[in-house]
């Protein structure tokens, strides 16, 4: 899939349109779901235009790999969540559920976040 510029979190990298900001260095922005399905519920993003999961693997950078991974570990850390437990998820493509076509991670937490998959 080709990656769509006016996707909703490229307008947030642009700054079109405003977002809760938790975290951003070189590589990545952290930001609270506008939708919360947990206490916690935060939503990181490369800042490279990388539409899924195994397109971001495939095309990012060593650089933007590592710090991508390394926020999100520490976006857990200090929201508190790492302690007692979290789950990441990353939806790609349709049969992922994925609603906004540019790579992010879920950190949900803050209690408990329920069965893995419902169907
Ligand atoms: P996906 O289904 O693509 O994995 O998840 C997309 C997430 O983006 C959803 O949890 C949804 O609530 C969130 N979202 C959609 N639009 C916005 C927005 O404009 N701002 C923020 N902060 N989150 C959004």
Not at 27 to 48: E, M, Q, R, T, Y
Not at 79 to 89: H, N
């Amino acid at each position: 899939m080709a990656y769509d510029a006016d996707n909703i979190f490229a307008r947030i990298l642009r700054g079109e349109i405003p977002c809760d900001k938790v975290y951003e260095d070189e590589h990545v922005l952290a930001f609270n779901d506008i939708s919360p399905k947990c206490p916690v519920h935060v939503l990181v993003i490369p800042k490279g235009e990388y539409v899924s999961f195994d397109d971001f693997s495939a095309k990012a950078s060593e650089a933007e790999i590592a710090a991508f991974t390394r926020a999100v570990g520490e976006i857990a850390r200090a929201a508190g969540v790492a302690d007692a437990g979290y789950r990441l998820i990353a939806n790609a493509g349709a049969n992922g559920g994925q609603e906004v076509p540019h790579y992010h991670v879920h950190i949900l937490g803050g209690g408990p976040v329920g069965p893995m998959v419902c169907r």
